[in-house]
């Protein structure tokens, strides 16, 4: 131990030789360790209610009421899920849903990219305007146009038509899809779309050959938020669907609900098939996802 002299006479900062600082490596590592242990957690927090519902769906009434709910099956019930594809129509409620699904999220997402191209690359009076009102539409609650909307499709015959669905959907997400877009937008460069105009392009031939092309990562981005929205949403297709035929499946789940009696494990076979698909298009396009969002964060 050393220890110095100030000019004064005090004694000075006491200097230890063989003590070396802490090695920055080993700090770094301890916290990358410590990071990957609380995202490991919150990973388990967010993938069991998935096992559960899985091992749900494999019970019988009997031990989905006398047994413990984080129990395994004590006899795998396979056949909850034969019986709500054939007996519970769940084949048509899955046909159902891919079909309104798809149309819904391709004419919202090819409606706010003709809508973005015109406010970003076209110069027109009350184009703001225009941004204006589709963004006061985030601010509408869906439950509010509930009777407005039945008394429109009543009178134009579309109550019981899953074109009121579709419908339905396109324009409530169109709001939120312009929005993803518009940031992507703005930071495309333009000279791509100056060089074609010299060249005599058409306004038709810059969007669909040049602009369209180019913002395909944020437009998958989109389709899956508009994907997992319309698959899931219940309010609007048990307000203006009533035939069997035209149900998806998250009303469809009613079916085994009955006055007396609920088949849970039926139910809960019924709700692991509605999710698979969302789930499997989420781990296949996560990347696209996070590739979209970052793309359309940066201007400039």
Do not use: C
């Not at 899985?54 to 909850?80: G, I």
């Not at 003709?114 to 184009?127: L, P």
């Not at 429109?152 to 109550?159: A, D, G, R």
């Not at 339905?168 to 100056?194: D, K, Q, S």
């Amino acid at each position: 131990m050393m220890e110095t002299v100030k000019a004064d006479g005090t004694p000075g900062i006491r200097v230890l030789p063989n003590q070396k600082p802490v090695s920055k490596s080993i700090l770094n590592r301890a916290a990358y360790i410590t990071m990957y242990i609380l995202l490991i957690i919150v990973a388990v927090f967010q993938i069991f209610p998935i096992i559960w519902l899985f091992l749900f769906s494999l019970k019988n009434n009997q031990e989905v009421f006398n047994t413990s709910p984080f129990s395994l099956p004590q006899s795998p019930k396979w056949e909850n899920y034969a019986k709500v594809w054939t007996e519970g129509n769940i084949s048509l409620y899955f046909i159902n849903s891919v079909t309104y699904t798809i149309a819904a999220v391709l004419l919202t997402v090819i409606l706010a990219s003709m809508v973005t191209f015109a406010i970003t690359r076209m110069q027109w009076r009350g184009s703001r305007l225009v941004l204006g009102l589709f963004m006061v539409g985030l601010m509408i609650p869906v439950h509010s146009t509930l009777i407005p909307l039945f008394s429109t499709f009543t009178k134009i015959n579309l109550i019981d038509n899953p074109l009121s669905i579709i419908l339905t959907y396109t324009a409530f997400n169109l709001p939120i899809t312009i929005m993803i877009l518009l940031g992507f937008y703005e930071a495309l460069p333009r000279e791509v779309e100056e060089a074609a105009v010299m060249d005599g392009a058409s306004i038709h031939h810059i969007f669909f050959k040049i602009t369209l092309p180019m913002t395909m990562p944020v437009m998958a981005t989109a389709a899956i938020i508009n994907m997992i929205y319309n698959w899931n949403e219940f309010v609007f297709v048990n307000t203006f669907i009533s035939s069997d035929n035209f149900k998806t499946l998250t009303v469809g789940i009613q079916n085994f609900i009955g006055q007396y009696t609920t088949d849970w494990g039926a139910i809960g076979a019924t709700l692991v098939i509605s999710i698979l698909p969302i789930l499997i298009a989420f781990l296949i396009l996560s990347n696209r996802i996070v590739e979209g969002i970052a793309s359309g964060s940066v201007k400039g």
